[in-house]
């Protein structure tokens, strides 16, 4: 089955700071997507981006399928950006990636 | 436009046991697929749902059936539970006439002991 591995596992900023987060995948695949897991487990969708770039407002995301990964730039970080960022890849069944724990300080 | 509802939010099953969950797919979704998430780990793909057949499978046994309604609402039932079930169970929604993308119901959290 496809492998979907997620760097960094951890990551620790400041409020204001900017990151990027990782997603590599090891077969061609129809969809994916970047959620972020609030602490009451909901995921929730951040980008439907199987290739291309797109924005949307701090967050945007780029996905180059030919290389197989895509990257999630938070800019200007805030403490509610904290959680769980998840990225998830396939056709019909979708393989997650292990997560990044994101924690932004005041 | 309604989202997609999980039931019921959180379960307490001994093992053994047999649990039904359920899950209502968001409107206009005809496709239903569930995953099991265990502590600190990613969603894990359990089985797929199309047109009231099961459309694809994960790695789990066939303890672990599910259901989908004519109105795209689906099933999932475990029996004989073991302890290791306990997890978040989530369930998504999709529209195969259009995008794969996958909406994401708010899971139900079971506890097996």
């Known amino acids: 089955g496809i492998q979907v591995e997620q760097s960094p596992p951890d990551l620790i900023l400041q409020e204001g700071a900017n990151s990027t987060l990782r997603c590599n995948f090891s077969?061609?695949?129809?969809?994916l997507q970047w959620f972020h897991q609030n602490p009451w487990g909901q995921l929730i969708n951040l980008f439907y981006i199987p290739s291309g770039t797109k924005q949307n407002g701090r967050l945007s995301a780029t996905t180059v399928a030919t290389e197989r990964y895509s990257l999630l730039y938070i800019s200007s970080s805030q403490t509610t950006d904290s959680g769980v960022y998840f990225c998830a890849v396939g056709n019909n069944d979708m393989r997650f990636g292990a997560g990044t724990r994101l924690t932004v300080k005041p | 436009e309604t989202g997609v509802t999980q039931s019921p939010t959180h379960l307490i099953k001994t093992r053994g046991q047999q649990v039904t969950l359920r899950c209502s797919s968001q409107s206009g979704h005809n496709t239903v697929s569930w995953y099991q998430q265990a502590l600190g780990q990613g969603p894990q793909f359990i089985f797929q749902?199309?047109?009231?057949?099961?459309?694809g499978r994960g790695n789990f046994p066939p303890r672990f059936s599910g259901l989908q309604f004519p109105n795209y609402s689906s099933e999932l039932n475990v029996n004989a539970l073991e302890l290791d079930d306990s997890a978040l169970y989530l369930c998504a929604s999709s529209s195969k006439l259009s995008t794969y993308e996958q909406y994401f119901g708010p899971g139900t959290r079971l506890t097996v002991t």
């Open positions: 077969d061609s695949v129809n969809n």
């Open positions: 749902y199309y047109r009231e057949e099961e459309n």
